[in-house]
Every structure is written in C-alpha cells, then in structure tokens.
C-alpha cells in the first residue's frame, strides 16, 4: 500500500506478508488475508484513497532470477485490464544473493499497455 506524495510518485507505506499459502517456488495470493489487511490499512489512513491506495504485489524468487514468471504477469495484467478497477499495478519480486547481495526488479502495469520494469541490485 502507497502514498501518493506527488503525481506519478508514490511511497511505498505498508505491506501484508502471507505466510499460510504458496511455497518457496510458489505464490499464491490469499484473497481474504489480502482484504483484511486492506481493510487495517483504510481504516488506519481515514480511507483517503486519494492520498492512500493499493499500489500492487511483492513476492520473492529466492532460487530464480527476479524476472516475473508468465503466471506473475497474466495475474498483475489481468488485476488492471478488469479485475480490479484500478489504473495501474505494480510488482516487485526481490531476491538475496550471497548472504549480502540483494537483487530487485519492479515492474509496472498499466492497463492496457506493455509491461515496463526497473532493476537494481545493491
């Protein structure tokens, strides 16, 4: 979940981590734990959803290369081309190499539109 601090900017807030579904090689959204987290959020940020929104979905890929599966980009497009009415998504898979090396990619969806992404390792 995100704040929006200028337009096109966004702060990344707060995030829901599952930990009864999926597996290591695996992510599996939960809806209900999803919502219930949402619901904490709003209510904790006065449901200002100008200001305050979901922004996407994070997962790891502890033993793969932070590159989307094609399950992981069906399911973010398929969030912004119906269903969820939202504009835009974003995903961000992040991996830690080496005991110290930590590798990210974000990638955006628009609806409608090509993904795009931005990868860092640090």
């Known amino acids: 979940m995100g704040e ?7 702060r990344i807030v707060d995030f829901s981590v599952d930990e009864t579904s999926g597996t290591a090689a695996h ?3 939960s809806p209900d734990q999803h919502a219930k987290a949402l619901e904490r959020f ?10 305050f929104n979901y922004l996407g979905e994070w997962h790891s890929h502890p ?3 932070v590159r989307p599966s094609r399950e992981d980009m069906m399911s973010m497009q398929g969030l912004v ?4 009415d ?3 998504s974003a995903l961000v898979i992040v991996r830690l190499r080496c005991f110290f090396l930590l590798e990210a990619a974000a990638y955006m969806f628009v609806r409608h539109r090509t ?3 931005v ?3 640090t």
């Open 115 to 117: 993904p795009s992404h």
């Open 27 to 29: 992510f599996v959204r």
């Open 42 to 51: 709003f209510r904790r940020t006065g449901s200002d959803f100008r200001r």
């Open 4 to 10: 929006q601090v200028a337009p096109d900017h966004f």
């Open 81 to 84: 081309d119906g269903e969820r």
């Open 86 to 88: 939202i504009d835009f």
């Open 119 to 121: 990868a860092l390792t």
């Open 63 to 65: 033993s793969f290369p």
